[in-house]
């Protein structure tokens, strides 16, 4: 991974991370998921990346969100 990537968010459910990264991309910022979960398992997280430049407009946008769902 490019080193001006930063790890904003951890999950331990794969929809609810895949679900951020979908609300990013529609809002225009690129988003990465690394799923680190054991395949059989499902142990370990899975974590959600954007580029340093757009990091805390990531993180309002997924603030916003889950205040909205409350």
């Known amino acids: 991974m ?29 988003a990465i998921v690394l799923n680190k979960q054991d395949s059989s398992l499902k142990f370990g997280r899975i974590e959600l990346y954007v580029a340093k430049e757009v990091q805390e407009q990531a993180l309002d946008i997924l603030t916003q969100s889950n205040t909205e769902e409350e």
């Open 2 to 30: 490019e080193q001006d990537w930063i790890k904003i968010r951890t999950y331990g459910n794969i929809l609810a991370a895949e679900m951020d990264k979908q609300l990013l991309e529609a809002n225009d910022i690129p």
